[in-house]
């Protein structure tokens, strides 16, 4: 590894002892970038204890600090992008170009929202009581930190991934335990090299190194309030298992199949491109890669010649070349998975027309491939490929798309590409999925506004911008009542006069008809004394129009 990568990471970052070790593989030569030690059970401990001590102050301190840190960590990632995305193309294999438009930049963007919007977010929210008999009191939500979070996180995006989730976790006044994926275990030191260099204060972030044993000993940490994970989603669901025996919150954002569209009217060239980029960016392995396309029946084949045509364009080779297109599959895995279910589809009839091997002997690089004559009793249509595969169908009419679209365990993203507004919005309200995209693909997972995640299987929770903070607090409602009042209408004692009063106040406040509500109020009167000493006058004269 050259020397200026490991300026990024300290492997001694600790004193962690280790019964195992992680080895970092280059995936383009497959050579040992790095052996690191696992931390045992003694430094994960140390890690939660780091957090929990943190966490006492660090939930306290003012907005400003928090901005004041985001600015600093922003300032410290525009200062080492390059060298930042060139671990990230030497660990995980994705072109250095990528790395930055995709990890970086995103990264970037998303510190400047919160320093620059976050604070809004999640000011406190004054609102009234609903009900008349509660009206004389003062509502509001404060958004609380949770405590420690565990962020747990996968290999595809080694920094941006679990950057954002620490980010978020930290900006809302929570203490993060983050285990980066094994596979990838450089980029996520590399992250906590960074908040040690501009002296962010101790124990607010604690990377640990591990396998799933170490992500399990997260989950059902007697101190971890929630878990954010990112992965696949036989991991999600166990997690969400663990995570019940300690009803802890869990986000989980999970795989994908997500389906591209293409319509009759669909500008073909701005549609090729962008699908070309959908399913082959980071060689496919993105949650919302493109991985099932469907063009209309009328404009297959010339969709199918433009992207035989762009893709041959594609450049495969050396992901720290800035000219590079698709660099190798980060691990050998991942590349048989790949390729079994191409060989499947093959003896299923499907028709490879582009792709299809593997291009070098060294590193785990696959081409991009582009099939046709698939199904959906396939698994590369079904199951996650994760891989730099487009496999194409056709279809006649929308309904059927949608249906096609649908079909599937998954619901994370999804894309339609026309000209006509009507029927884009008839897409997004049938397609079952957490983003829905017309005429681009992927992005939006760079995008700080847009709220990240999926249904179905894709996962429960949501993260990134507003929505995405909302999920990392304790969303606690408070009722202020500075009143001088000794008694309320609904406290004891419990009496024949309140039981016929809490009877008709259901009439009097949402009677169907004027009539009806005029006739429970009369009821009250006799017992005006006992509302006004419990309810108040002005509070019922202010409120009078709710009950006609
Ligand atoms: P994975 O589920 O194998 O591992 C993810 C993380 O969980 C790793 O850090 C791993 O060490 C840890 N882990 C594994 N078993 C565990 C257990 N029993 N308890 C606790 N932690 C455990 O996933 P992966 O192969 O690293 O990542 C690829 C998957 O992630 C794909 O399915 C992809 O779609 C999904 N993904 C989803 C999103 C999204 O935002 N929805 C983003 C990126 C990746």
């Known amino acids: 590894m050259a020397a200026n990568l490991f300026s990024l990471v300290d492997i001694n970052l600790d004193d962690r002892r280790s019964k195992g070790v992680i080895r970092s593989i280059n995936p383009s030569n497959e050579q040992i970038l790095a052996e690191i030690p696992e931390s045992d059970i003694e430094s994960v401990e140390r890690a939660f204890e780091g957090a929990e001590k943190a966490f006492k102050t660090w939930s306290k301190t003012a907005m400003s600090a928090r901005i004041e840190l985001l600015e600093k960590l922003k300032n410290l990632l525009l200062e080492k992008a390059e060298s930042m995305a060139e671990l990230i193309a030497s660990e995980q294999g994705k072109p250095i170009s990528e790395a930055i438009l995709v990890e970086i930049l995103p990264a970037i963007d998303a510190?400047?929202?919160?320093?620059?919007?976050?604070?809004?977010?999640?000011?406190?929210?004054?609102?009234?009581?609903?009900?008349?008999?509660?009206?004389?009191?003062?509502?509001?939500?404060?958004?609380?930190?949770?405590?420690?979070?565990?962020?747990?996180?996968?290999?595809n995006y080694p920094f941006v991934i679990p950057f954002l989730d620490v980010v978020a976790s930290l900006f809302v006044g929570n203490t993060v335990v983050l285990k980066p994926s094994s596979t990838t275990p450089l980029v996520g030191l590399a992250i906590a090299q960074l908040f040690?260099?501009?002296?962010?204060?101790?124990?607010?972030?604690?990377?640990?190194?591990?396998?799933s044993a170490v992500g399990e000993v997260l989950v059902k940490h007697p101190k971890t309030s929630a878990i954010l994970f990112t992965g696949s989603v036989e991991t999600g669901k166990r997690i969400m298992e663990m995570a019940a025996?300690?009803?802890?919150?869990?986000?989980?954002?999970?795989?994908?199949?997500?389906?591209?569209?293409?319509?009759?009217?669909?500008?073909?060239?701005?549609?090729?491109?962008?699908?070309?980029?959908?399913a082959f960016m980071n060689a496919g392995q993105t949650c919302a890669s493109i991985e099932r396309v469907y063009v209309h029946e009328d404009v297959f084949d010339k969709f199918l010649e433009l992207v035989i045509e762009k893709t041959k364009n594609l450049t495969i080779g050396d992901p720290l070349d800035a000219e590079t297109d698709i660099g190798p599959m980060t691990t050998a895995f991942q590349r048989k998975l790949v390729e079994s279910h191409l060989r499947e589809a093959v003896e299923s009839g499907a028709e490879v027309v582009l792709g299809g091997k593997r291009p070098f002997d060294k590193g785990y690089f696959f081409e991009p491939t582009i099939l046709t004559g698939v199904t959906h009793s396939m698994r590369i249509m079904r199951d996650e490929t994760f891989g730099p595969t487009m496999p194409i169908m056709k279809f006649r009419t929308l309904d059927e798309a949608i249906a096609l679209a649908n079909d599937t365990s998954y619901g994370l993203t999804a894309s339609i590409w026309t000209r006509d507004p009507n029927?884009?919005?008839?897409?997004?309200?049938?397609?079952?999925?957490?983003?829905?995209?017309?005429?681009?693909?992927?992005?939006?997972?760079?995008?700080?506004?847009?709220?990240?995640?999926?249904v179905k299987d894709s996962g429960v929770g949501r993260t990134h911008g507003r929505f995405g903070l909302?999920?990392?607090?304790?969303?606690?409602?408070?009722?202020?009542?500075?009143?001088?009042?000794?008694?309320?209408?609904?406290?004891?004692?419990?009496?024949?006069?309140?039981?016929?009063?809490?009877?008709?106040?259901?009439?009097?406040?949402?009677?169907?008809?004027?009539?009806?509500?005029?006739?429970?109020?009369?009821?009250?009167?006799?017992?005006?004394?006992?509302?006004?000493?419990?309810?108040?006058?002005?509070?019922?004269?202010?409120?009078?129009?709710?009950?006609?």
Not at 127 to 154: M, N
Not at 196 to 211: M, Q, S, T, W
Not at 258 to 275: F, K, Q, S, T, Y
């Open 245 to 278: 025996s300690g009803v802890k919150k869990v986000i989980l954002e999970l795989g994908g199949k997500d389906p591209a569209v293409v319509m009759a009217d669909a500008d073909l060239e701005r549609a090729a491109n962008g699908i070309v980029w959908g």
């Open 470 to 548: 909302l999920e990392l607090v304790n969303l606690k409602f408070v009722s202020e009542d500075f009143t001088r009042r000794k008694t309320q209408f609904w406290w004891y004692p419990y009496d024949s006069e309140l039981f016929k009063l809490a009877k008709t106040a259901g009439f009097a406040l949402y009677g169907k008809s004027f009539g009806v509500k005029i006739k429970a109020l009369t009821k009250f009167v006799p017992h005006l004394q006992r509302l006004i000493s419990t309810t108040g006058m002005w509070n019922l004269i202010k409120n009078f129009k709710r009950f006609v």
């Open 423 to 454: 029927v884009a919005r008839k897409f997004v309200e049938n397609v079952d999925a957490g983003t829905i995209t017309v005429n681009d693909h992927v992005f939006s997972f760079g995008e700080p506004e847009g709220a990240w995640g999926g």
């Open 196 to 211: 040690k260099e501009f002296d962010a204060p101790e124990g607010i972030l604690n990377v640990v190194i591990g396998r």
């Open 111 to 155: 510190l400047d929202f919160y320093i620059n919007r976050g604070e809004k977010l999640i000011q406190t929210l004054k609102v009234r009581h609903w009900q008349v008999l509660f009206r004389e009191k003062k509502g509001y939500y404060r958004f609380d930190p949770l405590g420690i979070v565990a962020v747990i996180s996968p290999w």
